[in-house]
C-alpha cells in the first residue's frame, strides 16, 4: 500500500534554529517525493522534488530509500518559513499520496 | 504569474442537493485534478483528467461525483447528491505535464458546507 507518514503534527522553533520535519513512506516500487507548502491565507504550492535535489529557501530534502525518508530540513529557520508543510508521494500513476502534514511555526 | 481559480470560495448546501464546483486551470496546461480535505484531514485525491477523460479515479469518487471540461477552460465538479460526509474543501489543481516533471498548481480551494 502507498503511504505517507509525518509523525509530528507541530514543530515548533525559534528564528535561527534548524529545523527537521519527518516524512516517511511506504512504496514497493521507485517512487517520486514531494514536499508541498502552505503558507497562511495562501494556496497551496511546491517546495521540493526529490527528483530536482535542489536547495528552495534553504530548504533541503534527501530520499533515503534504506530508511523510506524523505525529511525536510533547513539549517536556520526564519519566521517566514511558518507554513503547514505536506510530504507527498507519487508512485506509477499521476495522484499524489499525502501525508496529514506538519505545522511548521518559527518563533522571532 | 498565471494561477489556477476556484469559484465559490465558499458553498453551503443541504444534504441531498447537486453542487457544482469550478475551477480555471492554468490555460496551457493539459493535466487536471480533484483533491479534497477533510476537516483535520489529509489531502486525499479524489480524480485525474486528461485528453478529455477520466485518467484515474479513487474510491472516494463514486456515482455521485462527476468531471467535465465544458468549454475548454472551466473545470468543474458535481456531486449529484451531496452527503454531510462530503463537506470539505475541495481543490483543483493543473498541470503542464504528468506531475513529476513540472510543479502541480493548485488552487485556493472551495469550502464546501453539507447541512
Known amino acids: 500500500a502507498q503511504r505517507v507518514t509525518q509523525p509530528e503534527k507541530l514543530l515548533s522553533v525559534f528564528k535561527g534554529a534548524p529545523v527537521e520535519l519527518k516524512c516517511n513512506y511506504s512504496?514497493?516500487?521507485?517512487?517520486?517525493l514531494f514536499w508541498y507548502v502552505q503558507y497562511s491565507r495562501q494556496r497551496l504550492q511546491l517546495l521540493l522534488r526529490?527528483?530536482s535535489r535542489e536547495s528552495i529557501k534553504g530548504f533541503t530534502a534527501d530520499l533515503n530509500k534504506g530508511e523510506t525518508s524523505f525529511h525536510l530540513k533547513k539549517p536556520f529557520a526564519q519566521e517566514e518559513d511558518s507554513a503547514m508543510c505536506y510530504c507527498a508521494l507519487k508512485g506509477n500513476t499521476d495522484k499524489l499520496i499525502f501525508g496529514t502534514g506538519t505545522r511548521l511555526q518559527v518563533f522571532p | 504569474e498565471p494561477e489556477v481559480t476556484q469559484t465559490p470560495s465558499h458553498q453551503v448546501t443541504q444534504m441531498g442537493q447537486e453542487v457544482i464546483l469550478r475551477c480555471v486551470p492554468i490555460?496551457?496546461?493539459?493535466?487536471f485534478y480533484w483533491y479534497r480535505q477533510i476537516l483535520g484531514q489529509k489531502v486525499e485525491f479524489l480524480v485525474s483528467f486528461y485528453n478529455n477523460e477520466i485518467s484515474e479515479k479513487s474510491e472516494i469518487f463514486d456515482d455521485q461525483f462527476s468531471v467535465e471540461r465544458p468549454d475548454g477552460s472551466n473545470f468543474t465538479l458535481k456531486i449529484r447528491s451531496t452527503k454531510l460526509e462530503d463537506s470539505a474543501m475541495y481543490f483543483c489543481?493543473?498541470?503542464?505535464?504528468?506531475?513529476?516533471?513540472?510543479?502541480?498548481?493548485f488552487g485556493n480551494g472551495t469550502r464546501l458546507t453539507v447541512t
Open positions: 489543481a493543473s498541470g503542464r505535464d504528468r506531475q513529476g516533471n513540472v510543479p502541480l498548481h
Open positions: 490555460s496551457n496546461h493539459l493535466y
Open positions: 526529490h527528483i
Open positions: 512504496y514497493s516500487g521507485s517512487p517520486e
